[in-house]
């Protein structure tokens, strides 16, 4: 059965960075599109930045415009989001995504981000 299995979250000081995976399994996985989610405490979900099949497009919420990097190894069923200069708000659990059409999507069960001083 397909699963995604995300890592690499953990405790990290404002300022610091974190790379997350999202190791896919059972699916042909560069014909899917990825996307990684985040839900903070008392939030909604929200997207943070998704990355097409091709790896050609990318998509980023403005508030991790320019400090998220998304980024994928198909030769890995991998995807990844690098986080850099993080920030107190980036306290979340992170999701991936993976994404074929608007009815066939697959989740993680998520990795907890905690930007603490």
């Known amino acids: 059965q397909v699963q995604l299995v995300e890592s690499g979250g953990g405790l990290v000081q404002p300022g610091g960075s974190l790379r997350l995976s999202c190791a896919a399994s059972?699916?042909?996985?560069?014909?899917?599109?990825m996307r990684w989610y985040r839900q903070a405490a008392g939030k909604q979900r929200e997207l943070v930045a998704r990355?097409?099949?091709?790896?050609?497009?990318?998509y980023y919420a403005d508030s991790v415009k320019g400090r998220f990097t998304i980024s994928r190894d198909d030769a890995k069923n991998t995807a990844y989001l690098e986080m850099n200069r993080l920030k107190l708000d980036d306290t979340a659990v992170y999701y991936c995504?993976?994404?074929?059409?608007?009815?066939?999507?697959?989740w993680g069960q998520g990795t907890q981000v905690i930007v603490s001083s």
């Open positions: 995504s993976a994404v074929r059409t608007v009815t066939l999507a697959y």
């Open positions: 059972g699916l042909t996985f560069s014909v899917y599109a």
């Open positions: 990355i097409s099949s091709s790896g050609v497009s990318t």
